[in-house]
């Protein structure tokens, strides 16, 4: 029975992976800042006694370890951490009043998924060097990291260091048995990416894009780009020379600048 403590559990990615994981029999760890959001969603999962819930801003790093604590004493361990939650925003430089928004998005994507991880890599250590070496550290990052988007300056960054970072924390842990693994969502249909006033190419449906990435978590793949078509766009979008890819996306359409959106 694994133990997995998930992140922006509330909608979107996150309240998929919780309803795909609760199906194969986990105990689950939940955490979103809206609390009715969360109780909503257990009461649709299978065995909703055995799951937990955390109301909280995950830039709040000391509740987010208490949560941690809270909950390997309750699970007995723990097996699978997902750093899901996220914020997509719209962010312009010339604006002075979007560097506080910027520093939130940061706060958010990058600073916290760190947050998320750090309560439990001595724990995985130990339980792998006893010989359970199926631990795993899940980041989600995003196709809008491998190249930067216009009026994206903010989510692009931050994705960008979270898959650098998870690179950095998987060779770190390479010989510990302590897996870590990147995902990297392209267009999924949720409510962060509804508000896209643009064409998203391969649109996914969540729950699909749920169960690809379970499978990608569980096989203890590095680095996994769902669908796989944006996978092959990503790849051919890292290639380009930087004058080419000026000159295609400084005709894109810009993301829209909006308060932001936070599981």
Not at 61 to 75: E, K, M, P, Q, R
Not at 133 to 154: N, T
Not at 170 to 190: A, H, Q
Not at 218 to 230: E, F, H, L, N
Request: some cysteine; overall charge positive.
């Amino acid at each position: 029975m694994k133990r997995i403590f998930i992140t922006g559990a509330s909608s979107g990615i996150g309240a998929a992976l919780a309803r795909r994981y609760a199906e194969h029999g986990a105990i689950l760890g939940l955490v979103a800042r809206r609390r009715q959001a969360l109780e909503d969603l257990v009461t649709t999962l299978p065995n909703p006694d055995r799951h937990r819930i955390y109301p909280l801003d995950v830039t709040d790093h000391g509740s987010l370890a208490d949560a941690a604590a809270v909950f390997i004493a309750a699970a007995g361990g723990i097996d699978i951490v997902i750093a899901n939650a996220g914020i997509s925003v719209g962010t312009l430089t010339e604006h002075p009043e979007d560097l506080a928004v910027f520093g939130r998005v940061v706060a958010t994507n990058v600073i916290a998924t760190a947050a998320t991880f750090t309560p439990f890599v001595a724990l995985m250590k130990a339980q792998a060097q006893a010989g359970n070496h199926d631990c795993r550290l899940v980041g989600i990052g995003s196709v809008a990291g491998i190249r930067g988007l216009p009026g994206g300056g903010a989510y692009s960054a931050s994705k960008a260091a979270v898959i650098r970072y998870c690179e950095s924390l998987r060779v770190e842990l390479k010989s510990s048995g302590v897996r870590v693994v990147t995902i990297i969502p392209g267009y999924i249909d949720t409510p962060m990416t509804q508000g896209n006033a643009y064409r998203m190419p391969f649109l996914m449906p969540v729950d699909r894009f749920a169960a690809r990435a379970v499978a990608a978590i569980d096989a203890g793949t590095g680095y996994k780009v769902i669908p796989w078509q944006m996978g092959i766009v990503a790849r051919v979008l890292g290639m380009l020379p930087d004058a080419v890819y000026d000159f295609a996306f400084s005709r894109a359409p810009h993301k829209a600048r909006h308060a932001p959106d936070q599981s």
